[in-house]
């Protein structure tokens, strides 16, 4: 009987244990005291590093399929033979822009992207051939097809290094033509920076840049800012651009600032008229409001509308490093101002 | 008779409780609390029946700028707006793939109110490389997270 006994108790205790594991696997939430893992440190005792985004940044664009739009303007050209201008009506110029940026190595210690743009400008003048120069770019417009590289590398938890490098060939070939190799110009910049915390990130920095329309080297400024009630911001890579940003919400944000473009671009079809390696020196300074929005998820449309001043489209020969000097150009010209539209579809990077 | 079947429960049980204390599964690797590549905010991993997920059990700014605790108020679903940061799944459906990875789950960004495709590596028993992506993991992101061990009080 005690046999028995003992065996009925053996087969309820294995029962038991067994159910006592079964209920201890069973994935039922209980509630948690948070606060014990504010004491902690990391396993390995590994270094943390800051990352290149204050709180509610825009989007960084991974693909973007645009188009360019600017209303007419009267374009002065100083004539080939130096003697007096000519000045024509250009209805429009427009173009589309492509753009694509993705991370290639994007690990917390190290951020690579790689880069590849597009953009296409086209003219339509009134009578444009009373001057060789308008002739050009009403026949092929210009282009500029490029690659980018962008290094971000955090030091430790405040200090960083930002550089990056562009490679473009700007001028009036058509494709699938395109131009020599030997006249991709190349601009970079390099920045030292603090993150002061997750709403100031700053740096300073020299760049190599075309944004005038011809090579210069210029100090730079990083500054990008939020302000504590997450409602506006500021993003800024002086002097190429500044942006007052205003955060409607993570969808939504608008920003009022301006953009300094520019490139030379080399054009090929005044050869004939006795300028050798002519270049237009074109910089546009775009002040402007942008809107941008999310679709759907990463999908996001931006639009632009603002005021195109004219910085520079002065005709040069080759490329070279003028400084702040004033030596006369081959052709001087000039441009009435004019409005401008942008809109873009964008996929952005989570 | 009943010493066969004494014998036999004892068996069973022996090989439970072998189970049980046995190292964790390669897969089981991932459990634990990990720190963001940002520093910003800590994740405890479990898993859950067949899935390993995580969520958010720590804040280096756990208040808004009223003092009060951060709330999900960047969620496209208005209904979960109000529900603490502390506590919320951000890591769901993780399923173990091999060679330490853990694919198929998605990881929510509270900043952008965003989900994203998720895919975990576990590049030393210390570090994930958590790569958030949009449809192919070309476009992407990865954080690097830290395995964070609690101190004993």
């Not at chain 1, 001057?131 to 417009?141: F, M, R, V």
């Not at chain 1, 058509?174 to 110009?185: I, K, M, S």
């Not at chain 2, 993780?94 to 952008?112: L, N, Q, R």
Request: overall charge neutral; charged content about 25%.
């Amino acid at each position: 009987m005690f046999r028995y006994k003992l065996g009925i108790t053996l087969i309820l205790l294995n029962l038991t244990i067994v159910s006592t594991f079964a209920q201890e696997t069973d994935t039922t939430e209980v509630e948690e005291d948070f606060s014990m893992y504010a004491d902690a440190e990391l396993a390995d005792g590994s270094k943390r590093y800051c990352t290149f985004k204050v709180f509610d940044q825009s989007p960084n664009k991974l693909i973007s399929v645009g188009y360019d739009f600017q209303t007419g303007y009267d374009f002065t050209f100083q004539n080939i033979q130096g003697n007096g201008s000519t000045t024509l009506k250009n209805r429009v110029n427009h173009g589309i822009r492509l753009g694509a940026n993705v991370p290639v190595i994007s690990t917390t210690s190290w951020l690579v992207n790689l880069g590849f743009s597009y953009w296409e400008t086209h003219y339509d003048f009134e009578n444009e051939t009373a001057h060789p120069l308008a002739q050009a770019l009403e026949n092929s417009g210009l282009r500029t097809i490029g690659i980018s590289g962008t290094i971000f590398k955090p030091l430790n938890e405040k200090n960083f290094v930002l550089t990056s490098f562009n490679a473009d060939l700007n001028g009036d070939y058509t494709l699938p033509g395109f131009q020599d190799a030997g006249l991709t110009r190349i601009s970079g910049t390099l920045v030292y920076g603090w993150k002061k915390h997750d709403r100031l990130l700053y740096g300073f920095g020299l760049s190599r840049s075309y944004r005038i329309g011809e090579a210069n080297y210029l100090p730079v400024i990083l500054y990008n800012y939020t302000f504590p009630s997450r409602k506006w911001g500021v993003e800024a890579i002086f002097p190429a651009r500044a942006n007052l940003r205003r955060t409607f919400n993570t969808r939504t944000i608008a920003m009022f600032g301006y953009e300094l473009e520019g490139q030379t671009y080399r054009i090929n079809q005044l050869t004939n008229n006795g300028i050798a390696n002519a270049e237009l020196r074109r910089s546009e300074l775009r002040a402007r409001i942008t809107l941008e929005r999310s679709l759907k998820d990463f999908l996001w449309v931006s639009f632009q509308a603002g005021f195109r001043y004219d910085w520079n489209i002065n005709l040069d020969e080759g490329d070279r490093f003028r400084g702040f000097g004033d030596d006369a150009y081959r052709l001087e010209n000039d441009l009435s101002n004019a409005l401008y539209f942008n809109f873009s579809i964008n996929l952005v990077s989570p | 008779m009943l010493r066969s079947i004494f014998s036999l429960l004892i068996l069973i049980q022996s090989s439970l409780l072998f189970a049980q204390s046995d190292k964790p599964a390669v897969a089981d690797m991932l459990t634990g609390v990990w720190e963001t590549g940002s520093g910003k905010a800590r994740v405890k991993i479990d898993k859950v029946g067949d899935v390993y997920t995580g969520k958010i059990v720590w804040l280096r700014e756990p208040n808004n700028e009223e003092g009060k605790p951060k709330v999900d108020k960047n969620n496209p679903d208005e209904n979960m707006r109000t529900k603490p940061l502390l506590g919320y799944k951000m890591l769901q459906n993780f399923v173990y793939a091999g060679d330490k990875v853990w694919e198929d789950g998605t990881i929510y960004d509270p900043e952008s109110g965003s989900t994203y495709s998720c895919t975990i590596t576990m590049t030393d028993d210390n570090t994930l490389d958590v790569r958030g992506y949009i449809g192919v993991t070309l476009f992407g992101r990865t954080d690097t997270w830290k395995r964070v061990m609690l101190k004993k009080k």
